[in-house]
């Protein structure tokens, strides 16, 4: 079971426009909450007082997911991730971080290795004494010494993270190289089995939803994901391309099962988004669907009427 992690209220927010109060960001979990997100990430709740009612009041208001909150690998961050989330309901998650990279480390961070391992560490098991489900993202990790990545994640495992999120942060990373180090990471990390392996993966090379699917292909069992791939910069992995690649290609994701879902922002940033695309522009192009019984056009399936949610237009 492939599990969908969805951003689009924390990293998501950080793209051009994609501000929303309160109230816009309960709206979106409830909807994604009816698509069958596994995880809503909420906010950052250190991060603002908005960030926090939101945090809190997703984790209050909305059934089904869990709810989850950003923070940083302080314990400030900590704690009030945990007041945001302490009175909702009984499926919440923190979801704390700090970068393995050495230019991180290095010039952001101010830290040494040794520092960032028990810093990370620590913080886990502060995590762990507010709530049962905790996340850690060793940050820039594609760039990381793998080596020494493999430490972190063994340490951040041991002190009780159930999930490892194994960021692209930059979007510097390529396919084989994100599934060779799901692979690794995997194959190194002698508690590896004790943990959920995520990614989040980041499209500055256009390769976030390619980045994410090969690194299904090496055993992440889950996908840190967007509406419509907002997010900061050039936005994150595509919630709809990603779930629908997965049903798609059942044959080539054995296993790969998870929810097929869209819920509309910005529409034609993806293919699975764009209204348009259900009028080819040429008349040949329109032969295809037509013709076929399955719906093909140039060998592709069309989305599903499943994919449409609340009246929202289905693509195909």
């Known amino acids: 079971m492939i599990r969908i992690f969805d951003t689009t209220l924390r990293d998501g927010e950080q793209s051009p426009g994609a501000s929303m ?29 908005g960030d926090f009612e939101a945090v809190q009041r997703i984790a209050q208001e909305v059934e089904g997911p869990t709810v989850c909150s950003l923070a940083r690998a302080r314990p400030e961050d900590i704690d009030r991730a945990w007041e945001a989330l ?5 499926k919440v998650r923190i979801h704390t971080f700090l970068s393995t990279s050495d230019i991180h480390l290095r010039y952001q961070f101010r830290m040494t290795r ?17 709530v049962e489900d905790v996340e850690f993202s060793p940050m820039d990790a594609s760039r990381s010494d793998p080596s020494y990545l493999c430490e972190v994640v063994e340490a951040v495992i041991e002190a009780g993270a159930g999930t490892v999120n194994i960021p692209d942060t930059v979007g510097y990373a390529t396919p084989g190289e994100m599934g060779a180090l799901i692979k690794s990471l995997r194959e190194r990390v002698k508690n590896c089995d004790r943990a959920v392996l995520s990614v989040h993966c980041h499209n500055d090379l256009g390769l976030a939803v390619a ?32 779930v629908m690649g997965l049903r798609t290609r059942k044959d080539f994701y054995q296993g790969g099962q998870c929810i097929c ?13 764009q209204e348009h695309l259900r009028d080819h522009a040429a008349r040949d192009g329109r032969h295809g669907p037509e013709r076929n019984g399955d719906g093909q056009t140039f060998g592709a399936p069309r989305v599903p009427a499943e994919a449409g949610v609340l009246g929202l237009p289905v693509v195909g």
């Open 21 to 49: 109060t309160v109230e816009e960001k309960i709206m979106v979990a409830k909807q994604l909450a009816r698509l069958g997100v596994d995880i809503i990430e909420a906010g950052f709740a250190y991060s603002s007082p």
């Open 114 to 130: 040794e520092e960032a391992l028990r810093r990370a560490a620590e913080m886990v098991q502060r995590a762990r004494s507010y």
């Open 261 to 273: 879902a869209y819920l509309g922002h910005s529409p034609g940033r993806t293919p699975e988004g």
């Open 86 to 90: 302490k009175g909702g309901g009984p």
């Open 211 to 242: 980045n994410s699917l090969s690194s299904i292909v090496n055993g992440a069992g889950q996908v840190e994901c967007t509406i419509n791939g907002i997010g900061e910069r050039a936005g994150n992995a595509s919630l709809e391309e990603i």
